[in-house]
Structures are given as C-alpha cells and as structure tokens.
C-alpha cells in the first residue's frame, strides 16, 4: 500500500473524494481557461484512472495523498508500460487538480509540488519528403464532388500547418483573401487564386492568422465553385467550409481516411496521418530557411520549445546531406 494510503486518514468532515476534486477542477478548466472539449475528455479521463487508483489502494480522500503517493502512482504507471510522454501528462493533470484545489482552500497541502515529473525522451516528428507530400497531393485528383473537397483539404493541410481539428471547424469565412482580392463567398476563384489568408482557432480558443499559398487557394476555389455548393442543397444550410456529400461538416475522422486513402494511392510507405502533414509544413519552412518564431506563430505553439524539436530535424537532414556530399566529411 503507497504511502498516505491509511484508510483513516482524511476521515472526518473536510474529506474531499477524488470524484469530488476532479469535477470541482474540471469545472473551473471548462469555465475558466477555454480548453476545448477534447482536451477536457482528456483531462476526464486522466482524473477518473487516478481516481480509480486511489480507491483501489485505498487511499480514503485526496488529503490523504502525499507525495509518496503520487511517486508511487507514476511508478505503477510506468510498470505498466506506460510511455513516458502519457505518464508526464497524466501527472501533469492530477498535479493541476491538486495545485487549484490547495489554492481554493480545499486541500492543506500540495501532495504534487514535490514529484518529478519523468524524462521524456526526444521524439522527433516524423516529416515526409517534399517530393512525398507532392506525390500524396497528387494523389487526391478527382474531379467530381468529393475529390474536388478532398483535394483542397489536404492542400490547406500542408499549406497552413494547421490542426486537423482546427481546419475542419473552420467557416467559409474564415477564408480570407489576398487585400482587395474579392468576397470567397461569391467570386472564390478571384479571391483565393493568388492564397490569402485563413483564420484559425486553437487550443484555449486563441485565433491565429496563417497565410496559404496560390496552390491552395486554387484547389478551394475549385471545391467552393463546382463542389460545395451541391454538397450543401442535400443538407439544412451550414457556414462550414468542408461537408460531405449529405451536405454536414466534415469530420476529424474523415480527413484522416482522405490522408489515407491519398497515401496508398500514392504508394508511400510511411505512415501518414493529419499530423504528418503539419511536422513536414513545419520542417520544411525551417530548412527553406524560416524563423523558428514564425514558425511558432504559425503552428499555434504557446512555447517556443515546443516549435525547436523542429530544429534539430533540420540539422540531422543538414547534417546527412553534409556526411553526403562533402569530400572531407569523413
């Protein structure tokens, strides 16, 4: 039994249950810091597993927990075979509950201040060959309804780096033309012809600006002209700028089968997902030469540590191509 495991402990009327603690928490990330629903499935499910680890070793109430045991939860977390990066963020969540219930007066002490969170270890994002995004664009070339939108998802996917949940909430509106470019509602063709801009919302409900290029902007125009508008008679009327057939938005699970789908037509052999795309549009900004702050700004990155895994992809390609080509590399 971890420590702060005594079953009388924490017995009297200030008990506070980990079902308790975790719905007072979640109620204040709902209401006060903006995650969205994902990241507050996340956060649920996080809270019910060491909610459920708690009464199974019995540990009566979260003023029961000490620091013991919480190294103990991260310890049997990790025997289980639990990596790393899922450990560190399951910690994180039940620290957060504990922090803000110490701070409302709840909770005497902090059990989670003193527990190191573990090493994580250097994952670098997997990013394909340009030459590969070019054969997997390719590869989504119909020219009827559904091939028109799918062709224009995946090139706002690797034009703008955007989330995948992020690109299928977004409006028609949200597209923004080039400065006296026209309206994308009712000339498309003229107004997104030469990219724009498009305007995002990501985690916390913060909106960024990302620029798209003329490739991008022509395949929108080509789904927004000879596509969407039939997509949409078959459903009740929506702002949204993707639909499926029946005429509703598009979900998150069907651009990743359009990624797949695009993938095996274009027979690569790496795995793709939505967020290949957004590692290669990062990678490849950085070794054309961009600014790891832009690219932070434009990935929606609230740290810049985040954006700098991106950079040691670009050196280790660097460093590749130099053991390569060079005459004295070795």
């Known amino acids: 039994m971890p420590a702060g495991a005594d079953s009388g402990a924490g017995a009297g009327a200030g008990r506070v249950s980990a079902a308790r603690g975790a719905e007072r928490f979640l109620r204040h990330i709902a209401l006060e810091r903006g995650l969205s629903a994902n990241s507050q499935a996340a956060y649920r499910r996080d809270l019910a597993a060491y909610g459920a680890w708690l009464a199974e070793h019995g540990v009566a109430g979260l003023e029961a927990v000490t620091p013991d045991t919480l190294s103990a939860y991260v310890a049997e977390l990790g025997e289980g075979g639990l990596a790393p990066a899922s450990i560190s963020r399951r910690l994180s969540t039940v620290r957060g509950m504990h922090r803000f219930l110490f701070e409302e007066g709840l909770l005497e002490t902090h059990a989670g201040s003193a527990v190191r969170t573990p090493k994580r270890a250097l994952r670098l994002?997997?990013?394909l060959p340009i030459e590969d995004v070019e054969a997997l664009l390719a590869a989504a070339d119909g020219d009827d309804a559904v091939g028109l939108r799918d062709r224009a998802l995946l090139e706002l996917l690797y034009a703008s780096g955007a989330r995948v949940s992020e690109v299928v909430a977004l409006d028609v509106?949200?597209?923004l033309a080039q400065h006296g470019g026209g309206d994308a509602w009712h000339d498309p063709e003229r107004a997104l012809a030469d990219g724009g801009f498009v305007q995002v919302t990501g985690k916390g409900a913060k909106q960024r600006l990302i620029p798209y290029g003329g490739?991008?902007?022509?395949a929108l125009a080509a789904y927004l002209v000879r596509a969407r508008p039939a997509m949409v008679e078959r459903g009740r009327g929506t702002p949204a700028l993707f639909v499926g057939p029946r005429g509703g938005r598009v979900s998150r699970q069907t651009a990743w089968l359009v990624i797949r789908a695009a993938a095996a037509r274009a027979e690569l052999t790496a795995e793709?997902?939505?967020h290949t795309l957004r590692?290669?549009?990062a990678?490849?900004?950085?070794a054309g030469g961009a600014d790891v702050r832009t690219v932070q700004e434009l990935l929606g990155h609230a740290s810049v540590a985040t954006t700098q895994i991106?950079?040691?992809v670009t050196a280790d390609t660097l460093r590749e191509h130099y053991l390569t080509a060079h005459p004295r590399a070795s």
């Open 279 to 281: 590692h290669s549009f």
């Open 310 to 312: 991106y950079t040691q």
């Open 173 to 175: 509106d949200d597209l």
């Open 283 to 286: 990678t490849h900004l950085l």
């Open 125 to 127: 994002p997997k990013a």
């Open 272 to 274: 793709v997902s939505p």
């Open 215 to 218: 490739y991008a902007g022509r």
